[in-house]
């Protein structure tokens, strides 16, 4: 049964990003991330991604099928569909959906089958937080300080009434990835 | 030479306290956290330590010559000296500082000898922060979600001026702490 897996990198004041929306302080090196036991085991368990329309609108959409990291169907929850259709591959595919959180999320389960949904995207890690729909949080910390910028954890609405328990923790280099289970 | 090290216990979403200023979710286990590798390494190594009035005014002044786990002078910064002077013993004693934070960091050094001084409270470790008299950022995180509260990080001047480089990091149960060094 797939797991929804929420949670972003964070600076160490828990930022997602600088206020300018940069975010490249908190992944200086992408060449080693990549080969991080974490985010092999991340990809490696990941069957669907969701994000916001936000977190598609950041880079070249057309550049998801050559290179992202996840190849995998990825679910869009937008509230207008954009009138050109990304560049898809045999793994991975862009759906837009337009009629709520759940519904992104059933359908991501639904494609991920036995492997996880992971969630890319603040706004989309709040919604699923607030609907009860998340089942781990994977937290990476950077020790970097911005003092302003996006923030992951705002907008919940009964933050006290999210029970964590840790299920392990990762090192690469400056970065900390703390790996929590929410507890329903 | 003494270190000055800052940090506190914060919630997964960076607070020092819940909104009702409690601090019990953060140390759901006293007892075994007085035994973990970390705190007996911050108490071996502490010669001093600074402490805000708030913090100073949360227990039972009398209580830390009986019961804190630093056994080591205490420097309290307050525009106002109390008129009751807390009980000490040979190893605690309690000393008001009103000129401002450089004085009692350089008070609190030259008391601690080779070993280092250690902040209490979040005012104090934002003054010595932006001041640059802190030297090393020790941070817990526990699983928890306040929503909002007291924070470590705010108030800082240039916090994207810090430099981080990260020393070690401690697991303790679904506790998990983070060294890092201040690069200067």
New interface residues.
């Given amino acids: 049964m797939a797991k929804v897996i929420g949670g972003m990198t964070l600076s160490?004041?828990?930022f997602a990003s600088?206020p300018d929306g940069n975010v490249g302080r908190l992944y200086p090196d992408l060449e080693s991330l990549a080969h991080t036991e974490m985010l092999q085991e991340e990809i490696r368990t990941t069957g669907a991604v969701v994000m916001g329309r936000r977190s598609y609108d950041m880079g070249d959409p057309d550049s998801f099928a050559d290179s992202y990291e996840y190849q995998a169907p990825i679910f869009v929850l937008t509230h207008h569909v954009p009138a050109k259709k990304p560049k898809e591959n045999d793994a991975l595919t862009v759906t837009f959906v337009t009629d709520g959180i759940e519904r992104a999320i059933a359908q991501a389960k639904a494609a991920a089958g036995n492997r996880n949904v992971i969630l890319i995207g603040a706004s989309i890690n709040q919604q699923c937080l607030n609907a009860g729909l998340c089942d781990e949080?994977h937290?990476g910390?950077m020790?970097?300080?911005?003092?302003s910028g996006l923030r992951l954890?705002e907008h919940?609405q009964?933050?006290?009434h999210?029970t964590?328990?840790?299920i392990r923790?990762f090192?690469a280099?400056?970065r900390?990835d703390?790996w929590?289970q929410i507890v329903h």
Wanted: glycine share 10%; hydrophobic share 50%.
């Fill in positions: 160490l004041d828990g600088d949080l937290i910390i020790p970097v300080l911005f003092g954890f919940l009964m933050p006290d999210i964590l328990e840790k923790i090192e280099g400056e900390t703390l929590y």
